[in-house]
C-alpha cells in the first residue's frame, strides 16, 4: 500500500479536474493520495473521484474540503490514517459547496434526487 499514497505530490488544482474540462459542477472534492487528481464526490453527478480509481487503481482519497483530513480507501471501504499531504489541503475557503461558482444549476438538489 506504500505507492498508494504519496505526501509529497501536490493537488492537480482547486477543483475536480474533470469537471473543470467538460463544463460541469460537483458537491464535494476528494484528493488522489497517490497522484493529487482532483475529483468529485459520490454525491456529486458525476463521481469523478470513484471514476479515477477505478481508472487508475490509486484506492487511498483524502477530503480536500476546508476543515476535513480524513481519509478514505474505495478496495477496504475503510477510513484510512494517512500522513500529511502537500499544500494546499483543500479547495480556497471562498469556493462554494457545490460549486463552482457560476455553473451550479439552480436545480441542482433536484438533479442530486432524480439521478
Known amino acids: 500500500m506504500s505507492d498508494a499514497v504519496d505526501p509529497t505530490v501536490r ?3 482547486t477543483g475536480c479536474v474533470d469537471c473543470e474540462a467538460d463544463g460541469g459542477w460537483w458537491v464535494h472534492l476528494r484528493r488522489c493520495a497517490a497522484c493529487g487528481h482532483i475529483g468529485c464526490c ?3 453527478l458525476a463521481r469523478h473521484a470513484s471514476a479515477h480509481w477505478r481508472a487508475t487503481g490509486h484506492p487511498i482519497i483524502r477530503s480536500f474540503e476546508p476543515g476535513e483530513d ?10 484510512y490514517d494517512g ?3 502537500a499544500p494546499p ?11 463552482p461558482k457560476g455553473r451550479v444549476p439552480v436545480d441542482w438538489a433536484a438533479q442530486l434526487r432524480n439521478r
Request: charged fraction near 20%; aromatic fraction near 16%; glycine fraction near 6%.
Open 11 to 13: 493537488p492537480s488544482g
Open 83 to 85: 500522513p500529511e499531504l
Open 70 to 79: 480524513w481519509f478514505w480507501n474505495f478496495e477496504t471501504n475503510q477510513y
Open 42 to 44: 459520490d454525491d456529486s
Open 89 to 99: 489541503q483543500s479547495h480556497p475557503r471562498d469556493q462554494p459547496v457545490p460549486g
